[in-house]
């Protein structure tokens, strides 16, 4: 089945995106590169586990406007460490908040769970960082590769087994001249559904290959298993990017965000649990004057971030 809005988030200025795995241990990391000047940033984090690095200064009022890159790791918490491979390679490159005598590179990350998929003694480094980093380029493959080599999705029901998640992205020209495009890692609790027609997409799998929509059992609209299966907090996460070439302020970057987040909500159910650690930052390369249309532009950033989820499973599972 053919991907919808095939863009990439790639398609906007100042964007590249580099993906390292082994895919022996089932992990890996993706490189979102925000270009030389760096892009204003914001984040919204919605899941109640998120593992997280340098969120903190994406909020408005705080002192850093711009940042240069933004790593998503597998590894869960282990895999913030690979975000010294993406400094070393952006201080070699001569990009960062200017202090004076150094520049330091500003780079957010985010990581999801997948210890339990591979072999849970490797993870994500430094290594695999700038390897990514080294691979990054105006393209970006989509599926089970980088961050999202050992996602999975539909994990709420006792007995079945998850169905594979991976990286999507899409993207989108504005009339305006304006492109907005987004990258996710689909490793949900949630079950997956197409986002526009509302079709189930993937959810846990029953030995006899029968699938089982979790939403149906926490309503009781369907027969199944009387409980759900039990998770630790922090096992499950939807990582992603937003990113538009568009002229915007923090306030403005962090509000695109926030809107991204709905479209969290239409390709996956349930979202932004107390099992997920849903986080999506924002990026803008500022080089299309907005004018009046940042309405347009967030409810853009809602389809393409869904479209992103989206993508990233069918590619994943081939369907």
Not at 69 to 98: F, P, R
Not at 116 to 138: F, H, S, W, Y
Not at 139 to 159: F, M, R
Not at 215 to 236: D, E, Y
């Amino acid at each position: 089945m053919a991907t919808l809005f095939p863009g990439d988030i790639t398609r906007v200025h100042g964007i590249r995106v580099g993906h390292a795995e082994n895919r022996t241990a089932r992990t890996g990391l993706s490189v979102v590169l925000a270009g030389g000047d760096g892009a204003v940033g914001g984040v919204d984090v919605r899941g109640a586990a998120p593992g997280t690095r340098e969120t903190d200064l994406l909020r408005p009022g705080n002192l850093i406007e711009k940042i240069n890159a933004i790593v998503l790791s597998g590894g869960s918490a282990y895999g913030l460490a690979s975000v010294d491979g993406v400094m070393s390679y952006l201080e070699k490159s001569g990009v960062g908040a200017d202090m004076g005598y150094i520049k330091v590179p500003i780079v957010p990350a985010a990581v999801l769970y997948d210890l339990d998929v591979g072999d849970a003694t490797i993870r994500p480094d430094a290594k695999m960082a700038l390897n990514a980093c080294q691979k990054a380029q105006k393209s970006t493959q989509q599926g089970c590769i980088g961050a999202g080599c050992g996602a999975t999705v539909g994990k709420l029901v006792p007995g079945a087994t998850p169905m594979k998640g991976g990286v999507g992205t899409a993207s989108i020209t504005l009339p305006s001249g304006i492109t907005i495009g987004a990258l996710a890692v689909v490793n949900s609790v949630g079950d997956i559904y197409h986002p526009m027609t509302g079709r189930l997409v993937a959810c846990g799998t029953m030995d006899d290959d029968t699938k089982v929509e979790v939403m149906s059992l926490m309503l009781g609209t369907s027969p199944g298993a009387s409980s759900l299966k039990k998770l630790a907090p922090g096992q499950n996460t939807t990582l992603a990017v937003i990113a538009t070439d568009a002229v915007l302020n923090k306030e403005q970057v962090n509000r695109l965000a926030t809107v991204s987040h709905d479209g969290f909500a239409r390709a996956i159910r349930p979202v932004h649990t107390q099992l997920d650690g849903d986080i999506v930052f924002s990026l803008a390369t500022g080089r299309v004057d907005i004018d009046q249309n940042f309405v347009t532009l967030c409810a853009a950033a809602a389809e393409v971030m869904a479209m992103a989820i989206y993508n990233g499973v069918i590619a994943g599972n081939a369907i």
